[in-house]
Nanobody
Framework: VQLVESGGGLVQAGKSLTLSCSAS????????SSWARQGRGKGLEWVAG???????EYADSVKGRFTISRDNAKNTVSLRMKSLKPEDTAVYYC??????????WGQGTQVTVSS
C-alpha cells in the first residue's frame, strides 16, 4: 500500500499550487480521501476531504481557496490551492480511509509560501 504526494514547493503569497497524491496497493475508488497539514511546531490540521462518491468538505481556513478532487480511474486525489498565504506553509499529507477498515497516510510534501 502506498500513497505518494507530489507537487509541493516554494511559492509566493497569492499564487497557486496543485498537490497530487497517487494511490496504489488497495482499491482507491472505494475509499474516502483527505488532505491534512502540519506547520512547524503545530499539530496536524485537517484541510479537506472527499468521499468515494465525490462529496467534498473543507476546513474554514481554506474554504473558497482550496479545491479537492479525485480521479478514480487514475487512483489519484488532488488539492488545488489558490490565493496562498504564508500561514498555509506546512507539510501536506494525503490520506485514504474506509471506516472500520483501514486508514493510510502518505509521507508528506512540503509547501512553503513566502510573503
Amino acid at each position: 500500500v502506498q500513497l505518494v504526494e507530489s507537487g509541493g514547493g516554494l511559492v509566493q503569497a497569492g499564487k497557486s499550487l496543485t498537490l497530487s497524491c497517487s494511490a496504489s496497493g488497495f482499491t482507491f475508488s472505494t475509499s474516502a480521501s483527505s488532505w491534512a497539514r502540519q506547520g512547524r511546531g503545530k499539530g496536524l490540521e485537517w484541510v479537506a476531504g472527499i468521499s468515494k462518491d465525490g462529496d467534498t468538505e473543507y476546513a474554514d481556513s481554506v474554504k473558497g481557496r482550496f479545491t479537492i478532487s479525485r480521479d478514480n480511474a487514475k487512483n489519484t486525489v488532488s488539492l488545488r490551492m489558490k490565493s496562498l498565504k504564508p500561514e498555509d506553509t506546512a507539510v501536506y499529507y494525503c490520506n485514504a480511509n474506509r471506516i472500520d477498515d483501514y486508514e493510510y497516510w502518505g509521507q508528506g510534501t512540503q509547501v512553503t509560501v513566502s510573503s
